[in-house]
């Protein structure tokens, strides 16, 4: 609760998130575009190649998310810290 991450984009992979428990928000940004997405049971969000995107925890409990990365992970130097939001 009350947790911030830190801002990241991917080099090659995309990621589908879906929110399963708590509540918090999701923003990202790909070239011009900027959104900032609820995060409640049952939301998914699509994280495309390149896109910047940070999230956080505005609930009372912990925020739990399943993740999809598509192709399959490549390794630790697949991220890289960008500037966000929060």
Known sequence: ??????????RTVE???L??????????????EEV??????GTSVAIPVGA????RNDGEEPLHCVGVTMPPWPGMDEA???AGVW
């Open 36 to 41: 900032t997405t609820e995060l409640r049971p």
């Open 15 to 17: 990621e589908v998130w």
């Open 52 to 55: 910047h995107f940070q999230f």
């Open 80 to 82: 890289y810290v960008v």
């Open 19 to 32: 929110v399963t428990h708590g509540q918090g928000r999701m923003w990202r940004r790909l070239g011009d």
């Open 1 to 10: 609760p009350g947790a911030v991450s830190k801002a990241v984009a991917h």
